[in-house]
């Protein structure tokens, strides 16, 4: 059965090609369109070197009818030579596991009119822009089609209709051999390996359960969490995908040790862990709705894990929906001021023609991202807040391999955005980059994390003996810092309404919030419960009117303590997921009232509103940066999923603590003059405008 249908799939091809007169010529053949004149090759920039970029993939399938009819060399070239690209990321293979070149390993997809990747080669080998392709790794349909006995079972034993078995024999008789294959046949610079460690599901088969046991002792494996073992089970998981991936890297590496790799989402936010497998560079594509939030999150981790890394944004939001530059640029601001790359996404036509629409957006948002390259790329964090990434807590919460979809990271996300919008200059990390480097950061702050190794404990409770600051946020973390809060815990923790009291005003914080009473700490805010308490306008002592206090439940929010030379303030409930949710300002206040008290003076601060961002950066050649980000109109999907506008902000007054007067200070990149001053080691500069992003930089 299987001869037949590659047979029959052979002949539809064989038809196409035949048929082919007005989708284009045969494969191999030719192009007698127009093309570009003949290049001389010029040298390529490593993929793990690249700072722009463009993503194509078609993810072909037994439907297709046209794979690259209409790919020509004038389009190609027209587009490299506006858009200037270190590097373009082509199809190559998608999830549904048909190739979209010629393969002689696996499926190629009966809709195949041209080679695509030969004329994608030429034309980038003529242009000096690296090559690479998309390939879907474990998420592989029609391999599991045919060969069933390469995918995984759920815990029913019934087969995965998508996903292979990182235990089974895929990986070596098939992405291996394929990828070995495509790298060789085209000369290709990298694989973008995608549909991998997010992908990799639980796994039951045979293979898995003999591993397990061998490993264990266990006869049986777990299917839920009501099973002790579900932790182990999963973390068993999670040692098999990286083994799987290493194999294969290696092996790949070994025939080909030119050729750069990585694999989506691995050692990123989605795997927060230190790197095992020998990678060459990091990647994820992010969310095409809510991408600038999760483009803050994703780079600020990615720029601590020490390798070089890129983000992918999604060119469009829907199929045909594209968004404009403006939006575009917005996105790439995001993680080009953390020292990133960045690429774009997009879906050509089935038959692989690039439309105009594309060369110009994508050339304007590579003109913003160069004129910025020389005090973005490669530039390193100058530590100020340290916010928790707990791999620990993530890996118990989560129930996939690595991804956190099912977990996801709300109050992670909730800390950021109020620490971000009260203009803190913040990195996040997890535990086992932070720990080395706690010292470096004058605070550090841990979202409602319930699970931490107690080596960590000990050595944050070093950190603040030593002089550090710590803030809690959340009843769990709190927890388990017990002993050190100088209060005593009363009760289990219980879900309530609960009003808060910023600098501005009365805000509610409903959730799961502990009894606390402090016996050797400060309390510094209190919650309120009673009738009609958020509508209260006359806001005297704490902000409620001293003749309704006795009406109402008053408890401890949050408190801070001494501990040898720092402080270690903690919140008692769940303020950073409620200000995820509602991004409100007085919440965001209260926030902040809590983390300018243990960190008042950073090192760098501003006068503008909320919706501007600020990094505090070293470029590459070691000069000091302040990157200024302007987050208004930052779309979020749904009603709001596209802007063509941004706002300009300013007069924007910066003041950064130096302790020696500059020889200059520049705007990067208007260039425009601006006017600074510096006296008793703060310089003091004014931005008159700015529109998305820009750089004010030390020359010292």
Known sequence: MHTIKQLLSWLLLLSAVMASSTHGQPIG??????????????????RNEGYFGLHFDLHPNKFDTVLGADVTEENIGRLLSRVRPDFVQY???????????????????????KDSLAIWRKVTREHGVALGVHYSGVWDSVAVEKHPE????????????????????YVDKLLIPQLREVVSQYDLDFVWVDGECWAAQ??????????????????DAPKGRSDGRWLQWKNFHRRQFEKYLCHWVNSLHDTNPRVKISSNWMYTTFAPKPVECRVDYLSGDYSPSNSV????????????VGMPWDLLAWGFDRPAVFKPSVQLKQEAATTIMHGGGFSIYYQPTRSGHISDMIVRTTGDVADFC?????????????????????????????????????????????????????????????????????HKFPLVVIPDSHKLSDGFRQALLAYVEQGGNLLLLGEKCARLFEPALGVRFEGEPTGTAADLVSETGIVGAPGVWQDVEATTATVIAYRYRGPGTTS??????????????????????ASVVQRGEGQIAAVYGPVALAYYNSHHPYLRQFIAGIARRLFPDPAVEVNGPPCLEIALRRASDGRLSVHLMNLANNPHGGQYGFTDYIPPLGPILVRLRLPEKPQSVEWVPEGQKIKWKWSAGVLTATIPKMDIHGVLVVND
């Open 536 to 557: 209260y306008t006359d806001i005297r002592e704490h902000g409620i009117s001293q003749k309704y206090q006795p009406l109402m439940e008053k408890k401890v929010a």
């Open 293 to 304: 939030d999760r483009a803050r999150t994703e780079a600020r981790y990615l720029s601590n």
């Open 150 to 169: 390469w995918a995984r079972l759920d815990a029913n034993g019934k087969p995965d209709g998508n996903h292979t078995s990182t235990f089974g024999p």
């Open 202 to 219: 639980l796994d039951y088969s045979p293979a898995a359960l003999e591993a397990w046991k061998k490993e264990t002792g266990y006869a």
């Open 29 to 46: 053949s030719p192009d007698n369109r127009k093309s570009t004149p003949a290049l001389a090759a010029r040298p390529r920039v490593p």
């Open 370 to 438: 160069r004129s910025r390259r020389s005090v973005s790329f490669r530039s390193k964090s100058v530590p100020q807040v340290a916010l928790l990434l707990s791999a620990k807590t993530q890996s118990d919460r989560s129930d996939r391999v690595f991804a956190p979809w099912d977990a996801p990271t709300h109050d992670l996300d909730g800390a950021l955005h109020a620490l971000l919008e009260t203009h803190y200059s913040v990195d996040i990390l997890s535990e086992w980059n932070l720990q080395p480097r706690l």
């Open 91 to 113: 199809d190559c293979k998608g999830h549904p596991g048909y190739t979209g070149y010629p393969t002689k390993v696996g499926w190629p997809s009966p809709g195949i009119v």
